[in-house]
């Protein structure tokens, strides 16, 4: 929603540059003088644009400003100069998930405003765990249960409705020894009152010593990104863990694989019993316990063949041949970011009073970074919600809180592509668009178009590829006419993807005079895509 300025207005000088949480008389001062300018352009609310300082354009698509309004700041000065108090944000929040986008969602309807990392790749797409979890059946409100990447796509939506600013990159710094704190990815750099913490943890690896070999080519972290790949189809699979995450995994693979080994390295299981119920009685999955992977190993194709495992009682070793090795191991918390400026445990969990407050004032955790006993969906949006709430309050009790009062900000619709893969393409098939879909507009443009050929292969429960879909898309925008983007759903067109050598989704694919350039599985940064389209145009 725009306001316009109804006159011209002066705002006097002063300035604001608090160095403690603590609210000093100059900041005071800055506050009425902020009031008091604003009395003088004679309207109650103003509308404000967040000026995020770039420190590097190429790749980046800048933020959008749609619905944001432009504080008035003391330090204006009469030729439209403003200083870097307006990069202030009342509330930064990295990570999403659902304590991420549940954190969003009470800031934003508190009048916040808050800006929100998604992430990206570092420590896994935005979205969070969830984004790779089939069915989510204890989440209240879905009785039927519902996937995770749809759970994440609605909790998003509702963020951005009430207006939270989504902004799909990882924060590479963190200062919090300056205040306001200062957070940076490679594209951004802004300053914060207030943060939260919610940047769950990452997927652990077994560290086999062959693990790098058969990564995307036989081993995974994910079974809902990786599992419909043709080659696992009619294929023995098998997935290391005895919680509920291996134990999903587990029964998901029953659709595509033969059989399904669950190894567990202990006597009994840690899933709920109704999962254990569900594994026990499936006649696809055979639980081995006190089973450990020892290593991996491959035919002369290079692809993966099966497992040493070893007893771990007895200490007897035996082979298994599987197609596809599935980890469901557990997580490590993703405190990177901020360790050393914050307290952590032996184990890298951050140490959190009354629930989500740190030790240090204004930083609040939520979510897997700092559940070191519950890890579940619905705990961590509750915490979500405690950390909003304890920011606004720190911000209201601290005169650092400037409001923003706005309407409900609609959703966008989205364009969808053009649904090309049926049996024959349309007469009017335009070979001069930039976005297509289905095997039948990739085989005819990897024949007939000189254009370089970007080839997105996605599933239907890949919640990577979702994250990956909407951003790939405007990374072609920057090529308009020199880059056909096609996406392939591996699921329904299975043949194409085989003979592509597709193991795993998303995977990116790059063809020129019908000669393939670049094969790059899993989510890159952005830069990188766009580094490898500009080198091959």
């Known amino acids: 929603m725009e306001l316009m300025l109804r006159g011209p207005g002066t705002l006097p000088s002063c300035s ?24 003088q352009l004679q309207f109650g609310s103003v509308n404000r644009s967040r000026q995020l300082h770039k420190r590097a354009r190429v790749g980046h698509d800048s933020l959008s400003a749609r619905g944001r309004g432009v504080p008035v700041k003391c330090g204006s000065t009469g030729n439209g100069k403003v200083d870097d108090q307006d990069n202030i944000q009342n509330l930064v929040i990295i990570g ?29 797409v935005r979205g969070g765990q969830l984004m790779t979890t089939t069915e989510v059946e204890n989440f209240p409100g879905f009785p039927e249960g519902v996937t995770g990447p749809d759970l994440m796509d609605k909790m998003r939506q509702q963020a951005e409705r009430w207006g939270a600013e989504l902004v ?23 300053r914060a009152h207030s943060l939260i913490l919610a940047t769950g943890a990452i997927a652990k690896r077994l560290g086999l010593p062959h693990e790098e070999e058969f990564w995307n080519n036989g081993i995974s972290a994910c079974a809902v990104c990786d599992g419909a790949s043709a080659n696992y189809r009619k294929q023995e699979l098998a997935v290391v863990g005895g919680g509920d995450t291996a134990a999903e995994e587990a029964l998901y693979l029953t659709k595509y694989g033969t059989k399904v080994h669950l190894l567990v390295r202990s006597k009994r299981m840690r899933a709920s019993a109704a999962m254990q119920d569900r594994v026990v009685n499936h006649d696809k999955v055979e639980v081995h316990f006190s089973t450990e992977v020892a290593d991996a190993f491959g035919d002369k194709k290079g692809a993966l063949k099966g497992l040493h495992l070893r007893d771990t009682e007895t200490g007897e070793e035996r082979d298994l041949e599987v197609r596809g090795l599935f980890y469901g191991i557990g ?12 307290e952590l445990d032996d184990k890298g969990y951050v140490k959190v009073q009354h629930g989500v407050s740190t030790n240090v004032e204004g930083v609040y955790a939520a979510g ?34 400037i409001e923003y009062h706005q309407q409900e900000k609609k959703q966008e619709a989205t364009e969808e592509a053009p649904q090309n893969g049926k049996a ?15 095997q039948l507009a990739l085989r005819k443009l990897y024949h007939e178009s000189e254009r370089l050929l970007v080839v997105l292969y996605t599933s239907p429960t890949c919640g990577p590829c979702r994250s990956l879909k909407p951003i790939f898309s405007k990374v072609v925008d920057d090529y308009p006419g020199k880059v056909h983007l096609v ?30 350039l670049h094969h790059l599985p ?7 895509y766009k580094s490898l389209i500009e080198a091959s145009l």
């Open 368 to 401: 897997d970074i700092h559940d070191v006993e519950w890890r579940q969906a619905v705990t961590a949006a509750g915490s979500g919600c405690m950390a909003a709430l304890s920011a606004e309050r720190y911000l209201a009790s601290n005169d650092l809180l």
């Open 331 to 342: 997580h490590t918390p993703n405190s990177h970011l901020v360790e050393g400026q914050i």
């Open 424 to 438: 024959e393409l349309p007469a009017d098939f335009d070979t001069s668009a930039d976005r297509h879909r289905g």
């Open 96 to 124: 999403s998930g659902p304590a991420g986008y549940t954190a969003a969602i009470y800031a934003a309807r508190a009048n916040v405003r808050p800006l929100v990392f998604e992430g990206y790749q570092v420590g896994g």
């Open 16 to 39: 604001y540059t608090p160095q403690s949480p603590h609210l000093s008389q100059q900041a005071r001062h800055s506050d009425r003088c902020t009031a008091r300018a604003a009395a």
């Open 168 to 190: 799909t990159e990882d924060v590479e710094e963190v200062d919090l020894q300056q205040r306001p704190f200062l957070v940076r990815t490679s594209d951004t750099e802004v």
């Open 487 to 516: 996406e392939i759903d591996t699921e329904e067109d299975p043949e194409i993807a085989e003979a592509a050598g597709i193991n795993g989704t998303p995977t990116v694919q790059l063809f020129k005079n019908r000669e393939r």
């Open 522 to 528: 899993g989510v890159k940064q952005k830069r990188e």
